[in-house]
C-alpha cells in the first residue's frame, strides 16, 4: 500500500498519511485546518515488514483502509506540552 505523509505546519511533531497525493478529501476540515499548512515530506510503500519510528505499520494501514488517512501525533508528554499542561509523574517515595 502507498502513502503520502505530510508535515503539519501548525502541529509540531505532526504528521498526515493519506493514499493518494494532494487528495485531502477523506480529511475532516476541521482537522485540516487544525494543522496548517501540509508539507509533502515522503512517499512510502507500506507493507508488514515495514518499520515506522513513532507508528505501528499495521494500525497506519488499517487506518488508510478504513478512514482515508491516519494522523500520527507526538507521544504523550509532547501532546500534553503542546496544550500548555505537564506531564503527571508517580509520586517520589519517601525512604
Do not use: C, W
Request: charged content about 35%.
Amino acid at each position: 500500500m502507498k502513502t503520502f505523509i505530510y508535515r503539519a505546519g501548525r502541529k509540531p511533531d505532526s504528521y498526515l498519511y493519506i493514499v493518494r497525493q494532494d487528495d485531502f478529501s477523506d480529511v475532516p476540515d476541521g482537522l485540516l485546518k487544525a494543522l496548517g499548512k501540509l508539507e509533502l515530506v515522503m512517499e512510502l510503500e507500506l507493507h508488514n515488514k515495514r518499520k515506522l519510528a513513532r507508528a505501528d505499520v499495521n494500525k497506519v494501514r488499517q487506518s488508510l483502509r478504513e478512514e482515508g488517512f491516519y494522523l500520527q501525533m507526538p507521544d504523550e508528554s509532547e501532546k500534553l506540552a503542546l496544550a500548555g499542561k505537564k506531564p503527571v509523574s508517580n509520586p517520589v517515595p519517601r525512604l
